[in-house]
């Protein structure tokens, strides 16, 4: 056997042992059964014998960590979706406000169709902004527009309707990396968003799988999607009511908060005033200082880009977007239609 011979024999040994090694290797997800790997024959040594009490919460099991009577409130958190030490992070918003960079969304307002979303996430924009609070869609769509080209420069990002679990679920199961929830007025209620964003033992988020675990999502990524995903989730929550504005400093100091975003428009809306007059702006301040004094992002509309301290912004909808296109592709030559004398189109 020539040499030749004998480097593509050992070449096409490598790889068919990768390839063994990749089908051996279990695709991502959050399957409550890929721990059984063998149903009917696996063998489970520290289960309660059957039929017996096994005394499980007054005693704990040989070996174990958290010892005597159970309690939920002392319990010590175990390292099994801890992140691999050195991980990096893979969200490009998140490492954007890490660096103090300014970050846009781009807002998707009406759209369904695939095609369009991916247009606006292939646009330049650091996130897609879904609106879901104001939006007439469901979350299928989302979830179909997001899993079409889901490694677009700007990331999976949602405004939620309202603070409740299922939204949160549905939002994040999917993929979104950045979350914004609206008209947050309480701590409790800021806490409650946080619980529900983030994987044990920051919050209470539920491992019940979704997309977001798929390889063409977030699967592959370096440290894992369950290990490293509180570590690079974006999570804004949004002044604007008055109560909202009373108690900003203390629910932006929430752990797991990353951003509160100052309600242009809804703030004039509950307070009477509109930009520019010193009642708005006094609000408008008074979020500002609760992001300085927090240490947090401070959001607002892209006209405020120029603001001090505000780094991160939403643009306007798709919708806008295709006309400021098409007036700038045309030019002198917008909106010169002919004129006719009769018909629905007289002028």
């Not at 999570?235 to 504005?245: P, Q, R």
């Not at 009642?279 to 008074?286: A, G």
């Not at 301290?309 to 030019?331: K, N, P, V, W, Y």
């Amino acid at each position: 056997m020539n040499n030749n011979l004998l480097k593509f024999t050992f070449s096409l040994s490598l790889a068919v042992a990768s390839l063994a090694t990749y089908a051996q290797t279990p695709a991502p997800n959050a399957d409550p059964y890929a721990d059984n790997a063998n149903p009917g024959a696996t063998a489970f040594p520290l289960a309660a014998p059957a039929g017996v009490d096994s005394g499980a919460s007054r005693r704990a099991l040989e070996g174990a960590a958290n010892t005597g009577r159970f309690n939920a409130s002392r319990w010590n958190y175990g390292d099994r979706f801890e992140a691999p030490p050195g991980a990096s992070i893979w969200n490009p918003v998140k490492a954007k406000m890490l660096e103090g960079g300014k970050v846009t969304a781009g807002t998707i307002f009406a759209a369904t169709d695939p095609s369009t979303y991916c247009a606006m996430a292939n646009a330049g924009y650091d996130f897609t902004w879904m609106e879901m609070q104001h939006g007439q869609r469901d979350w299928e769509y989302v979830s179909r527009m997001w899993r079409t080209c889901p490694h677009a420069g700007a990331v999976p990002g949602v405004r939620i309707a309202y603070t409740d679990e299922r939204e949160i679920q549905h939002a994040l199961d999917a993929g979104a990396l950045v979350l914004v929830v609206p008209t947050v007025d309480t701590v409790e209620e800021a806490q409650e968003i946080v619980d529900w964003t983030y994987f044990p033992p920051l919050g209470r988020r539920s491992n019940g799988g979704g997309q977001a675990f798929a390889r063409e999502m977030w699967g592959t990524v370096p440290g894992g999607y369950r290990n490293t995903i509180n570590d690079n989730l974006v999570l804004i929550l949004m002044i604007e009511t008055l109560e909202g504005v009373q108690n900003a400093a203390e629910i932006a100091k929430i752990p797991g908060v990353s951003a509160v975003f100052a309600a242009s428009g809804d703030l004039g809306n509950f307070s009477g005033y509109r930009q520019g007059e010193p009642d708005y702006e006094r609000l408008i301040n008074i979020v500002h200082d609760a992001a300085i004094g927090a240490g947090v992002r401070l959001c607002g509309a892209l006209a405020w880009r120029d603001r001090p301290d505000f780094t991160c912004f939403q643009a306007g909808s798709e919708t806008a977007a295709i006309a400021r296109g098409a007036r700038m592709e045309l030019g002198e030559l917008a909106n010169t239609q002919g004129n006719v004398a009769a018909g629905p189109l007289a002028k």
